[in-house]
């Protein structure tokens, strides 16, 4: 898991990136408005939880979840030293999932982080979605998005991602491939067929479909999804 870590205090930032890569989190950090909106608007999708300081020397840690907010439905903690009520409902109604109080336990903090991811997995669960890097598939809507844009699939193309979704990280044979589009199309489908759709999605789904990172050719095995 990544975390997306803004502090302004710089003891407090590096203190809390040692404790969390302590406990096994990735750690991105920034030190003011200006980086971490930087970082949000390029490389939003690599990161499962954000923690913000509420006030920055260059702007809000408000702003920031706002931001956050507008692309992905990402776990937000707000830091601050404020702990007025106005200030933490004002949080809340931004967006945020939680906030802790300056001076807290780092134990505290990992306590509620794994709360939040928790909460926000089974919330994944129950709506049917299924994540893969900046692909999000609403099964129960038989919807495709990538970085929050709807990605228009015919059945068979359909079929053929949510069979591999559905074994995110498994290699899966062409024939195993081809069953399930066969099943979907009602009649038979070849195994040039399965090239040219392998093909159609890759263009649909790839930043750079001659460099496919998300649908992996294994040389005589089959394809991957990406974890």
């Not at 920034?30 to 913000?52: G, H, S, V, W």
């Not at 709506?127 to 598939?137: A, R």
Request: hydrophobic share 40%.
């Amino acid at each position: 898991m990544k975390i997306l870590l803004v502090e302004d205090d710089w003891t407090i930032a590096l203190g809390l990136e040692y404790s969390l890569q302590q406990e096994g989190y990735i750690t991105s950090l920034a030190y003011d408005y200006k980086t971490a909106k930087e970082i949000i608007e390029k490389n939003m999708t690599d990161f499962t939880l954000c923690i913000f300081d509420l006030s920055l020397p260059d702007g809000s840690g408000y702003d920031l979840c706002k931001l956050v907010k507008k692309k992905s439905d990402l776990p937000v903690i707000f830091l601050t030293a404020l702990d007025e009520e106005v200030n933490v409902v004002m949080g809340l109604e931004l967006g945020a999932d939680d906030y802790i109080t300056k001076p807290f336990r780092i134990r505290e903090l990992i306590a509620r982080i794994k709360t939040d991811m928790r909460r926000y997995s089974h919330s994944a669960q129950q709506q049917n979605i299924i994540t893969v890097g900046d692909l999000t598939v609403h099964t129960a809507k038989g919807k495709l998005y990538k970085r929050g844009q709807d990605i228009p699939l015919t059945a068979l193309e359909y079929q053929l991602l949510l069979t591999l979704v559905h074994h995110k990280g498994q290699v899966l044979s062409r024939d195993q491939l081809l069953e399930n589009i066969w099943d979907v199309a009602g009649d038979f489908v070849s195994d040039n067929t399965l090239t040219v759709y392998i093909k159609r999605l890759r263009e649909k789904l790839e930043d750079d479909p001659r460099k496919p990172t998300i649908i992996q050719t294994v040389r005589g095995l089959g394809y991957r999804i990406g974890d």
